[in-house]
């Protein structure tokens, strides 16, 4: 049974470290393709940002934002395959800032065809949210392995 266990989260992990390695293989000096469609999206979250909440935004380049989210995706897969719960808080966070930046459906109107793809692709990001958050639930219900403890001899 704990084989089966790691090799679901083997395969589970296998998104993320499929496209961080994609990622850091395009990376180049500017940050790659990644760098590049990650901007226009930033710039459009960031005037969201301080649109609704007034707060400004950091300029910030988008390779290191890149890096950034090459290196959770790298080390949260590491350490959630080894069944750490670190690991899985790690690409929670990485999914929760970056689903709603990526896959932007909602400034694009219904009946456009990228409404609807990126609609789907919000929805697997939901997905994998999903399936972390059951794991990170189901790794804290269990109860832990009682520690045998030494024997104390009786004395009289």
């Known amino acids: 049974m704990a084989f089966l266990?790691?090799?679901?989260?083997?395969?589970f992990v296998s998104v993320?470290?499929?496209s961080a390695y994609q990622e850091f293989n395009e990376f180049g000096v500017d940050g790659g393709a990644a760098a590049?469609?990650?901007?226009?999206?930033?710039?459009?979250?960031?005037?969201?940002?301080?649109?609704?909440?007034?707060?400004q935004v950091p300029h910030i380049e988008m390779k290191h934002l890149v890096l950034g989210t090459i290196i959770m995706r790298g080390?949260?897969?590491?350490?959630f395959?080894?069944?750490?719960?670190l690991g899985a808080y790690i690409?929670?966070?990485?999914?929760?800032?970056?689903?709603?930046?990526l896959y932007d459906f909602y400034n694009y109107d219904a009946d456009k065809m990228e409404f609807?793809?990126?609609?789907?692709?919000?929805?697997?990001?939901?997905?994998?949210?999903?399936?972390?958050l059951f794991f990170v639930g189901m790794k804290n219900s269990m109860p832990r392995r009682p520690t045998k403890k030494a024997a104390k001899t009786k004395t009289n």
Request: hydrophobic letters at 55%.
């Open 116 to 132: 609807v793809q990126l609609f789907v692709k919000f929805t697997q990001g939901l997905q994998l949210i999903g399936a972390l």
């Open 91 to 101: 690409l929670l966070l990485h999914q929760a800032i970056v689903t709603p930046i």
């Open 5 to 11: 266990s790691f090799l679901g989260r083997l395969l």
């Open 36 to 55: 590049n469609a990650l901007g226009p999206k930033f710039n459009v979250f960031s005037k969201h940002v301080t649109t609704h909440t007034g707060l």
């Open 75 to 79: 080390l949260g897969s590491f350490l």
């Open 81 to 85: 395959v080894f069944g750490s719960s």
């Open 16 to 18: 993320f470290i499929l």
